[in-house]
């Protein structure tokens, strides 16, 4: 299981999502669909899928959060044929925001934004080594502007198994970005790859609530710890969601609810779900009472 998984807030249309990116990528799956009834968004429900071997979480909670081009998903590819058939699906009905073309850092490359609106690079690997198929990329601007490398060491001193792979740093000539702030940089965190840059240009948009990662914890001194670490804005703390210290937005999931919220018996599902909607950090045990499973200790 992946320690960290994307999680995407759509209107209504998780599933339909879901269904359209997993017929798009190779090596990829549709895994399940849960239904949560009585939250406060009405009826939600939570998808979870694969693609290109990663898990994503998707959820349709009400058009309350909308995606923006601070958090794109850059995807490597072996040849341009495949470059071109991804752009052709996922910039359909999308707002290109770079026209598919040569870059000097590609032969073939392009970004948009698909027809919900998530924005999606699109690039010829070439002789680079692919270490993985989609890597989740984070773009820093207005009062963030510039503070890409310094989240990404506060991230790495979080995280485990984690290693700066590169980082490209603009020069005197890229006014209005400030020299030596990141252009490009590649990370990755418990064993996965990310990506950042800094952007010191004009733009309406930042990170919100549409696009978290879900930290996948086994205890309860994992989600204490993580908590502890990662949040800095108290007022955003609900459900498991936090915001860090750049505004970036995370869940911290005990993996045992993941059995809870897709148990057949309804009842219990509804339990953990009024149980949970009370809580802004996961207590475990607590969930465990509602769910009415027995527990020797809050792990």
């Not at 590609?106 to 690039?123: F, H």
């Not at 204490?224 to 999931?253: I, M, N, R």
């Not at 609810?257 to 309804?266: A, F, N, P, Q, V």
Request: overall charge negative; charged content about 25%; hydrophobic content about 40%.
């Amino acid at each position: 299981m992946q320690k960290l998984t994307p999680h995407l807030w759509f209107d209504k249309e998780a599933k339909e999502a879901g269904e359209f990116y997993t017929s798009i990528f190779k090596n990829s799956k549709f895994k399940n669909i849960t239904t949560l009834h009585n939250t406060p968004s009405g009826t939600v429900d939570l998808v979870t899928i694969e693609l290109a071997g990663q898990e994503f979480r998707l959820i349709s909670a009400g058009p309350l959060f909308r995606f923006t081009p601070a958090v794109s998903f850059t995807v490597a590819c072996d040849t341009k044929e495949e470059v071109d058939e991804l752009w052709r699906e996922l910039s359909k009905a999308g707002s290109v925001l770079m026209p598919l073309d040569q870059y000097p850092f590609s032969e073939r490359y392009g970004w948009t934004t698909d027809r919900y609106g998530l924005s999606w690079q699109v690039m010829f690997a070439g002789e680079r080594e692919i270490k993985q198929k989609i890597t989740p990329t984070f773009m820093f601007v207005g009062k963030q502007s510039g503070k890409a490398e310094e989240a990404i060491n506060f991230y790495a001193s979080v995280f485990h198994n984690t290693k700066v792979d590169s980082i490209f740093r603009y020069g005197a000539n890229d006014a209005p970005d400030k020299a030596g702030t990141v252009k490009y940089a590649a990370f990755a965190l418990e064993g996965e790859q990310f990506a950042a840059m800094d952007s010191a240009r004009e733009h309406n948009f930042t990170f919100n609530e549409a696009i978290s990662l879900m930290v996948n914890c086994d205890t309860q001194e994992e989600v204490d710890y993580y908590w502890g670490k990662l949040s800095a804005d108290p007022k955003a703390e609900a459900c498991g969601w936090l915001k860090d210290k750049y505004g970036l937005s995370w869940q911290v999931f005990p993996n045992v609810m993941e059995k809870m919220l897709s148990d057949s018996d309804e009842k219990k599902v509804a339990r953990v779900t009024e149980a949970f909607l009370k809580m802004k950090k996961f207590d475990i045990a607590k969930l465990k009472e509602a769910y009415g499973q027995k527990t020797r200790s809050a792990a």
